[in-house]
């Protein structure tokens, strides 16, 4: 549905989504804010070791001095250019998450180690911060290179141990120290890999579902836009706040400013407001604007209050009219059938007794004539009725690939050899040998051979031999192929031509005006076409058109 005053174009709907089957990819967004978090902290942690190692608190609190001393105020300085580097390398993205993760997991084990030897070991603390490092490298790093950070710390902690044990600082409770804290970091990255791993899930599936959402509502807006029913939305105040490409042509095309209903049209506020009162709906169509068709309003609320908005139905009355005659043609057409069936044996009768009574010998010549024009009636009714079975015992159409050279060939042999010519000619112009359509090959044979019938029926000059010419073509393959029958006889009078194919329509006392409606069902059926052509010079020409198979408009569209 749209706000503005035009109808909205289709908008191109994009599907997203994985392929089945497959793992989908982390959300890298997250992976980038945590990364970021991380980076954070440990621009966090140099600056607080560059504060105690460089202005005197570090030496006081924790005795360190001489060599210690320089190489640790040397470490964080470095450490500290390092984390700058590598939080604005994050921040650039000039390397993926994986590659700066790992440089900078590689920077804290190096100054975390040295940090231990400047401090102490463990019992002044540093090690800790060891485990945090493990922690993100668990968020952020596979899980074998997770392992990897957290070997390399244990193997830290212990080294620093064993170098204390060497010294006799320390005593072997340092070293059990350092093991419980080794046999930590292995625990930290499975927990930590696990619930990022079940963060990652669960992010994906909220994105995917969030795709879902976003499909369906694109979907939604589609239907409701092409939907042939007006649909407005209306608020408390009587404004048109939404509507359809239908609703707005039915409004009459009315400018963004006209958003009120009173304006726009005061028979339909003034049903809306007798919904409101009443809760009744008004059945009489009502005209909103000159140009459009009648509708019928239907009125429904958006929310269960009284004040809440109301979603507005235009229903165009033609419509609903085609529908109901629809209706009623489907029950004549049964109706028609069941009485074409019943007529079949009173009408045997008749002929039987007809062709009785022709026989005896005793039977004036006058009452011969009788019993012909009797035969003649009976003959014309049994092919009504035939015709009109024939509607509807029709059967669905099976569809097929058709080469029409090698159709139009058979077909002209089984003409010839079905109906005797005489001297009319019947000649077959194939224009492109490789024309093929989408049809079912029977029903297309039973059509053109009505027409070809016809043709050498009524397509003739009088006291001369018909000409008729079935012409193939097809201009290329994304195009529909065209069978055309051209006579040479004295053509159809224009009055005549806009009934052609109207049931029951016909200018010979002979005929049953069924036979070209046959015909148009038969190519409808097959998504094909009929029309009536005038022939410069005289004559008449039936063009019919069929539909493309697939293959041929997706072999032109990659031509293309």
């Known amino acids: 549905m749209s706000d503005s005053p035009q109808p909205a174009n289709a908008r191109s709907m994009r599907v997203i989504g994985s392929r089945r089957g497959a793992a989908p990819a982390p959300p890298e967004a997250l992976r980038w804010y945590e990364l970021r978090l991380f980076n954070l902290y440990r621009v966090l942690v140099a ?13 006081r609190y924790f005795e360190i001095g001489g060599g210690l001393l320089v190489a640790g105020q040397i470490a964080v300085v470095v450490y500290a250019l ?64 997770a392992l990897l950070a957290a070997a390399i710390a244990s193997v830290t902690l212990l080294s620093e141990s064993f170098y204390s044990l060497g010294l006799e600082h320390a005593s072997g409770r340092n070293l059990a120290q350092a093991a419980l804290l080794g046999t930590a970091f292995f625990l930290t990255v499975a927990i930590f890999y696990w619930l990022a791993r079940l ?27 092409r939907m042939r029913t007006g649909i407005l939305v209306l608020d408390g105040d009587g404004h048109v706040r939404r509507f359809n490409e239908s609703g707005w042509y039915l409004l009459g095309t009315p400018a963004h400013t006209e958003a009120e209903v009173r304006r726009l049209s005061p028979d339909l506020y003034d049903r809306w407001r007798y919904w409101l009162t009443t809760g009744k709906h008004n059945n009489v169509p009502i005209q909103i604007a000159q140009g459009v068709p009648a509708v019928v309003p239907r009125f429904t609320r958006l929310g269960g209050e009284d004040d809440a ?86 059967e669905r159409s099976r569809q097929e690939c058709v080469n029409l050279a090698q159709w139009g060939h058979g077909l002209i042999h089984d003409f010839r ?130 539909a493309v198979p697939q293959r041929d408009l997706a072999r032109g569209g990659a031509s293309a």
């Open 47 to 59: 600056a607080v070791f560059s504060l105690l190692l460089l202005s005197g608190l570090g030496p």
């Open 82 to 145: 390092a984390a700058s580097a590598v939080f604005a390398a994050s921040e650039s993205r000039r390397l993926g998450v994986t590659a700066l993760t790992l440089i900078g997991v590689g920077c804290d084990l190096l100054m975390g180690g040295m940090l231990l030897f400047v401090f102490g070991g463990l019992s002044s603390g540093v090690g800790v911060l060891l485990l945090i490092t493990v922690a993100m490298a668990a968020l952020l790093l596979p899980a074998r290179l």
């Open 199 to 225: 963060t990652r899930e669960s992010q994906e599936l909220v994105e995917r579902q969030g795709v879902d959402i976003a499909n369906l509502a694109q979907i939604n807006e589609l239907i409701i836009q």
């Open 309 to 394: 908005a109301t979603l507005c139905f235009l229903e165009d009355e033609s419509m609903v009219y085609r529908r109901a005659e629809e209706l009623t043609l489907a029950s004549l057409g049964r109706l028609s059938a069941s009485i074409a069936h019943e007529v079949r044996n009173p009408l045997a009768a008749i002929s039987h007794a007809a062709q009785l009574l022709n026989e005896s010998e005793q039977m004036p010549d006058a009452d011969r004539r009788l019993i012909e024009i009797i035969m003649n009636h009976c003959g014309r009714v049994n092919g009504i009725v035939e015709n009109v079975l024939q509607l509807s015992r029709r």
């Open 417 to 546: 050899q079905a109906q005797p010519l005489g001297q009319d000619q019947l000649k077959l112009v194939v224009e492109n040998r490789e024309a093929r359509a989408l049809v079912d090959p029977s029903q297309l044979t039973q059509a053109v051979w009505n027409l070809l019938r016809n043709a050498i029926r009524y397509g003739r000059q009088p006291d001369q031999p018909a000409d008729i010419t079935l012409r193939i073509r097809q201009a290329n393959p994304t195009q529909g192929a065209l069978i055309e029958i051209i006579d040479r006889g004295p053509g159809i009078p224009a009055p005549h031509q806009r009934q052609l194919f109207e049931p029951f329509f016909t200018t010979r006392a002979d005929g049953t005006g069924l036979g070209l409606y046959i015909c148009k069902q038969l190519l409808g059926a097959n998504q094909g076409s009929i029309e009536y052509v005038n022939v410069p010079g005289g004559g008449s020409c039936f063009r019919i058109q069929l």
